[in-house]
């Protein structure tokens, strides 16, 4: 844990407390179901998320949708102080993703446990190839698309009727919505299944994230799969050795079988 504490002094002057604010207008809100294999050999193993794309004029964010139930009851909790969280589903992606166009610029945020960080990197360039062939999702007449993005080859299908340049995850850059794209395995797959509009005040919230440099988020990741049980402690609570052993042990099992991730190459 002092690994980490003494990491994450060293880029605090990098904090949150410096971040300028972003506002815009969200104008649409995507729904997608996301399938993914988490090990590259079990292809019985596939989890699904049902993940969350709003869109405004000079943003977007892209969050698990079991993190904005638990958003909204926080919410309610804090205004009327009686709301039952025991049935609200725990979300297994944690991770959310602004892109903001305005600056081009990605930011990613992840939680640990206790170790909130974000990081930013550039809007990455797509070269997508158009391919002349169409079909229906969501009553929207799509057409094809194929890239490739970080090891992987993808196949997308964006509408012609949604002319926003945007996408789950990190992808965009059609000349309309993509409403559904995969690999070419499929072991990570992103389908549209509900669309609205809506007139949503945004102001992004940073959430206690520390921000770092990229490489730096990566040994965060890369010390805590060394250490699993880094995630389970904090100044609040003390754990016995045994029972960080244990975390270690179960810890490393885990990040051990999830071996397929989305993004292949840094």
Same mark, same amino acid.
């Given at each position: 844990?002092?690994?980490?504490?003494?990491?994450?002094?060293?880029?605090?002057?990098?904090?949150?407390?410096?971040? *300028?604010?972003?506002?815009?207008?969200?104008?649409?809100?995507?729904?997608?179901?996301?399938? /993914?294999?988490?090990?590259?050999? %079990?292809?019985?193993?596939?989890?699904?998320?049902?993940?969350?794309? &709003?869109?405004?004029?000079?943003?977007? =964010?892209?969050?698990?949708?079991?993190?904005?139930?638990? &958003? +909204?009851?926080?919410? =309610?909790?804090?205004?009327? #102080?009686?709301?039952?969280?025991?049935?609200? !589903?725990? @979300?297994?992606?944690? /991770?959310?993703?602004?892109?903001?166009?305005?600056?081009? $610029?990605?930011?990613?945020?992840?939680?640990? #446990?206790?170790?909130?960080?974000?990081?930013? =990197? !550039?809007?990455?360039?797509?070269?997508?190839?158009?391919?002349?062939?169409? &079909?229906?999702?969501?009553?929207?007449?799509?057409?094809?698309?194929?890239?490739?993005?970080?090891?992987? %080859?993808?196949?997308?299908?964006?509408?012609?009727?949604?002319?926003?340049? +945007? #996408?789950?995850?990190?992808?965009?850059?059609? !000349? #309309?919505?993509?409403?559904?794209?995969?690999?070419?395995?499929?072991?990570? @797959?992103? $389908?549209?299944?509900?669309?609205?509009?809506?007139?949503?005040? /945004?102001?992004?919230?940073? $959430?206690?994230?520390?921000?770092?440099?990229?490489? =730096? /988020?990566?040994?965060?990741?890369?010390?805590?799969?060394?250490?699993?049980?880094?995630? @389970?402690?904090? %100044?609040?609570?003390?754990?016995?050795?045994?029972?960080?052993?244990?975390?270690?042990?179960?810890?490393?099992? &885990?990040?051990?079988?999830? *071996? *397929?991730?989305?993004?292949?190459?840094?």
């Amino acid at each position: 844990m002092k690994q980490i504490k003494i990491f994450l002094l060293l880029i605090i002057s990098n904090s949150v407390l410096g971040q *300028n604010k972003i506002i815009d207008t969200l104008k649409y809100e995507i729904v997608y179901n996301y399938k /993914y294999q988490i090990n590259k050999a %079990d292809t019985l193993n596939i989890q699904t998320e049902s993940m969350v794309l &709003k869109i405004g004029k000079h943003l977007s =964010e892209y969050v698990s949708y079991n993190k904005t139930l638990v &958003k +909204e009851k926080l919410k =309610e909790m804090s205004e009327s #102080g009686n709301v039952d969280m025991r049935n609200v !589903p725990k @979300a297994r992606i944690l /991770y959310r993703i602004v892109k903001d166009h305005s600056n081009k $610029d990605i930011l990613f945020f992840n939680s640990f #446990g206790t170790t909130k960080l974000f990081y930013y =990197e !550039p809007i990455g360039q797509f070269f997508w190839q158009l391919i002349d062939e169409e &079909k229906e999702i969501l009553g929207y007449k799509c057409k094809k698309a194929i890239t490739t993005f970080s090891g992987r %080859d993808y196949i997308a299908w964006y509408s012609i009727d949604l002319t926003l340049s +945007e #996408g789950p995850y990190k992808f965009y850059g059609l !000349p #309309g919505l993509i409403l559904s794209i995969s690999d070419d395995k499929r072991q990570h @797959a992103f $389908d549209a299944i509900g669309i609205k509009k809506i007139n949503e005040s /945004y102001n992004l919230e940073y $959430d206690k994230h520390v921000k770092v440099s990229k490489s =730096e /988020y990566l040994q965060t990741v890369n010390k805590i799969k060394e250490k699993p049980s880094l995630m @389970a402690q904090s %100044d609040l609570m003390q754990f016995s050795k045994e029972m960080l052993d244990k975390l270690d042990t179960k810890g490393k099992e &885990k990040f051990n079988y999830e *071996n *397929n991730p989305i993004e292949l190459t840094e």
